[in-house]
């Protein structure tokens, strides 16, 4: 058990050579010379459609568009909001993009998002140089009733996520709370008692620290059986 416990995926620095053999170079990666080097410290990922690619093991949540993002309102504005998104860059809000036409004179947006709400939105545009926008005129976007916010590294938000939503799939089933779950590494907790919220919090951190060993989605279910029983098969 601890020797699976203990291995851990490939870790490389920035520089570090990955491949010689024409990969494509994806996202924390660069090509020289034909060869695929890292960008930074981080794990590796390779996959014969997107090629090579980096995830940092730590830093701030780099936006990308069509990501959803948890975002904390930060500042109201007369046509606009600030929102925190754990980013170096803040998320600006604008209030066509949340379906609502004000006049600056006469509304108070505060009516809708507040300073201190969190709501779930998109990004929508991204380019380095202004804000990135965001969008909740979607679907299942806009603000986030109750919860207890918590952050996690946001390279590990991937390993929440698990390969084809297998590891939310499973804690959706099998914890007493739900998560809303921001590729930002901001998370909401909704429901369940406080226990069940200690506990909540306690397998998401335990899932942050071992985000790059292998047999964790084995070793999350069994904690959760242990804990609530194997109710779901």
Do not use: H
């Amino acid at each position: 058990m601890s020797e699976r416990i203990e291995k851990v995926r490939e870790v490389v620095v920035p520089g570090e050579r990955l491949s010689d053999e024409g990969a494509r170079a994806g996202e924390g990666c660069y090509r020289d010379d034909g060869n695929v080097f890292s960008s930074f410290l981080g794990v590796v990922e390779r996959d014969e459609q997107r090629g090579v690619r980096v995830r940092p093991l730590r830093g701030k949540y780099m936006p990308k568009v069509d990501d959803f993002v948890v975002g904390k309102v930060i500042e109201v504005g007369l046509t606009d909001w600030t929102v925190d998104i754990n980013s170096p860059y803040v998320g600006r809000l604008d209030s066509r993009d949340a379906g609502i036409e004000v006049d600056p004179i006469t509304i108070d947006l505060r009516r809708y998002f507040d300073v201190g709400d969190y709501i779930g939105a998109k990004v929508i545009s991204f380019d380095r140089v202004t804000p990135p926008s965001l969008t909740v005129k979607e679907r299942g976007l806009g603000k986030i009733r109750g919860g207890i916010p918590i952050s996690i590294i946001p390279s590990r938000v991937p390993r929440v996520i698990g390969k084809k939503g297998s590891m939310i799939s499973m804690l959706d089933k099998m914890l007493k709370t739900k998560l809303v779950v921001g590729q930002n590494g901001y998370i909401i907790i909704q429901g369940g008692t406080p226990e069940d919220v200690s506990f909540t919090i306690s397998v998401l951190r335990k899932i942050e620290e071992e985000a790059y060993t292998y047999g964790l989605t084995d070793r999350i279910k069994e904690l959760l059986i242990k804990r609530y029983g194997n109710q779901n098969g």
